[in-house]
């Protein structure tokens, strides 16, 4: 297959300039941010660490996330820990369930942005 992953994620805001730099300040990802070691910044890219990205639609009437969010962000994390102390200090709620994490997969925390977009926050279980 010629697919070699995803490219971009596109999405409607109310406020495109404010919630990209709220993705930049809490959660170090859009444009010129980098999550790979040695990686230059650029002005339109985000360059991101390589790794498993899990692509699946849900049934329309499924409540692993909000009703009203045609999708849920999922964002590959280290150190949940410390990621979601971080945001509760900048005021941003972060909800956990241990019913959420799997061994065999990770640990999960969810969060949502300044617009109400559910964003779940996954540390991957080390190989």
């Not at 990209?20 to 941010?33: Q, T, V």
Request: aromatic share 12%.
């Amino acid at each position: 297959m010629p697919v070699l992953g995803i490219g971009g994620l596109f999405f409607r805001s109310k406020n495109p300039d404010a919630l990209s730099e709220w993705y930049r300040r809490h959660l170090g990802i859009g444009a010129g941010c980098v999550s790979v070691e040695g990686a230059t910044p650029d002005e339109w890219a985000w360059q991101a660490q390589g790794g498993p990205v899990v692509f699946a639609p849900f049934a329309a009437d499924t409540d692993y996330f909000p009703q009203d969010k045609p999708y849920m962000l999922n964002l590959r994390v280290r150190d949940l820990d410390g990621l979601t102390i971080a945001l509760g200090d900048a005021g941003i709620e972060v909800v956990t369930n241990e019913e959420w994490n799997d061994p065999a997969i990770g640990r999960f925390a969810r969060i949502h942005d300044p617009e109400g977009n559910p964003i779940e926050l996954w540390e991957p279980t080390p190989l």
